[in-house]
């Protein structure tokens, strides 16, 4: 079975700037997570999705960041302008609320660098 | 909200030494809780979970943490360290509200 799958791995831009990343969790998972991890830190909840609704983006500096969840699959996350402090690892994970306990499945992550 | 702490940043043993991470959550009402490996450049993997089942918890990579709900504590454990177990180690805590905590996590650094 496939795993979570994230791209791009790694993303170098310039202050202001647009970048997107995108995410395609594991088939059957309708719950959906994006985490932000700076250096050294643990993940940082952005946004939770439910199928294709938002549930939790209490944390999502909806200023600058947006995401969207077309059909309760795929995801993508954007960055618009991006500044200095948005470099971090932005990971991705799903989960199945209807089987097992929940545990959050993640992906690889995309390193973001802003210059 | 609940909140998870790790206690040390970074710890550091020798090769074929005990490895212990500490974990503490707050909560009134046993969670389910996890532990959580990140490699370097890697996302995280789940080593082993608490579902209110047996309090000792196996996982993988001869992993075990213990749920000691009078201490709120998880605490990770395996007897003898190997060098492939250097990583970065997260506690987590799921809530009744589907939301997932995260400790800080712990650096392990294996010395040959």
């Known amino acids: 079975e496939a795993g979570v799958v994230q791209s791009p791995r790694y993303k170098i831009i310039e202050k202001k700037q647009p970048v997107a990343f995108w995410c395609n969790p594991i088939?059957?998972?309708?719950?959906l997570y994006w985490y932000r991890q700076n250096l050294g830190q643990g993940p940082e909840l952005l946004i939770r999705?439910?199928?294709?609704?938002?549930?939790?983006d209490s944390q999502l500096p909806k200023d600058r960041f947006s995401a969207e969840r077309l059909k309760g699959v795929d995801s993508t996350l954007k960055i618009q302008p991006a500044e200095l402090g948005d470099s971090a690892v932005y990971l991705c994970?799903?989960?199945?609320?209807?089987?097992?306990?929940?545990?959050?499945?993640f992906g690889e992550g995309s390193r973001l660098t802003v210059l | 909200a609940q909140s998870v702490t790790q206690l040390g940043s970074h710890v550091s043993v020798s090769e074929g030494a005990l490895v212990l991470l500490r974990c503490n959550y707050s909560?009134?009402?046993?969670?389910?809780l996890f532990w959580y490996v990140q490699y370097p450049n890697q996302g995280l993997q789940l080593l082993l979970k608490?579902?209110?089942?047996?309090?000792l918890v196996k996982g993988i990579n001869g992993f075990e943490a213990e749920f000691k709900k009078s201490e709120t504590s998880f605490h990770l454990t395996k007897p003898s360290a190997h060098m492939s177990d250097a990583a970065e180690y997260f506690c987590?805590?799921?809530?009744?509200?589907?939301?997932?905590?995260f400790g800080t996590g712990t650096s392990l650094t294996v010395i040959p």
């Open positions: 994970a799903s989960s199945s609320r209807g089987l097992g306990t929940g545990e959050l499945f």
């Open positions: 088939s059957g998972h309708n719950t």
């Open positions: 999705y439910e199928n294709e609704e938002a549930v939790d």
């Open positions: 909560s009134s009402v046993p969670p389910y």
């Open positions: 608490y579902t209110s089942a047996a309090t």
């Open positions: 987590a805590v799921l809530d009744t509200g589907n939301q997932f905590y």
